[in-house]
């Protein structure tokens, strides 16, 4: 039941990102994307006061995790949508971008981790994806955990097999440019 709510609640900052309206400070996509930052604040307090996070690895939602989220749900985004037959065209994929850029500030992220053109902001968002990317058993059980959150949705009625091989898909080196000779759909595939 947790990631069926937390699953939709996504789902309405994502299309939500799509009301440019919406999105103007004040607006009701623009408040659910604060309630999401002040929702990722109480959980990083939450588990500051647990006392047990190992802070030499990074903090909990840090600024270089949200930072690289510009890239994942814009640029990154884009592509799958290519990938599978869609159009965008470079004005779209530039609106994307550029919407996704403003909800990672919303976030919290620093300026200075997103780049001032497309081209800064591949790079900075491959020197990120680089330093936060570590295959083990952790990423592969959330990959398979949600896997099956997705194939668990009545509303998306496809068996696990048809999800688990969609995102293999998507994490082909031709779509994941921003770890270039890295097999990360081989790396995360163990468990799914």
Known sequence: MVFRRRYWETARGFIGALDVDGMRPGGASWEHWVRIRLMHTMIRLGIERGGRWDYTEGAPISQLATASCAHIFGTYRVEIIRSV?????????????????????????????LGNTPEEEFR????????????GTDSRQITHDMIDGLAGLRE???????????????????????????????????VS
């Open 85 to 113: 037959g869609g159009l965008a065209t470079a004005e779209e994929e530039a609106s994307f971008n550029l919407m996704w850029r403003w909800i990672t500030r919303l976030e919290g992220a620093n300026a200075e981790l």
């Open 124 to 135: 900075l968002a491959e020197r990120m994806h680089q330093y936060l990317y570590a295959p």
């Open 156 to 190: 998306l009625r496809m068996p696990r097999r048809i999800h688990a091989a969609l995102v293999r898909r998507f994490l082909r080196e031709q779509h994941v440019g921003t770890l270039p000779g890295r097999d990360v759909a081989t790396d995360l595939e163990r």
